[in-house]
């Protein structure tokens, strides 16, 4: 069950959406989220402070990918599906951030750049893992991380454009992934040949 904090991130998306930030009053959004003015006012002490929360939370970091799942190195394909398809969810799940994040100053304040940092650290780790295994020679992997991530938020935006033309985001995303992941698998396989 909801509580009263996600029912007022989520009236805010949605009139921050429709509204943008400044036409947004904090009445509607405690309207919309069916509690009153007070309420809101005792969870946030301003509508930029709930903005702030709201960028933060829809930022994607290291803790979106399930790294449980990782082969470390044991099926390259199936490790590099799972990234380049969680990190093309996760900037599909990101784009609404740019939207609201137009409507302030500062797009990026430290802690959420600091989530997207973490998520290219991450994938650098996993490249620096492959290579003390033998599957990659020495490399820039932290270069080689952002790469993929910014392929990955490229592809996002495709993914959102396809699906208002009727083609679904899931099934785009799955085959970037498996496309992709095939691409990094053969590369891979060639190297250690």
Known sequence: MKD????????AVILFTQNGFTKTTTKAIAELAGVSESTFFRIYKSKAALLSDLL???TPGPEDIPMKEMTNGTD???????????NAILHVRHL???RLAMHVEEI????RFSKIEGMISQMAGYFQHLQEIG???EFDYRALAEHVNSLALV??????TGEIYGVPMEKSVR????QYSEYFERMFSAKTA
């Open 96 to 98: 609404p951030v740019f």
């Open 4 to 11: 009263t904090k996600s029912w007022i991130l989520d009236a």
């Open 76 to 86: 390259i394909r199936k490790d590099f599906e799972l990234f380049l398809y969680h």
């Open 175 to 178: 085959a970037f992934a498996r």
């Open 108 to 111: 990026y304040d430290q802690s």
């Open 135 to 137: 599957f990659l020679i």
């Open 56 to 58: 933060y939370i829809m």
């Open 155 to 160: 592809k996002a935006n495709e993914f959102v």
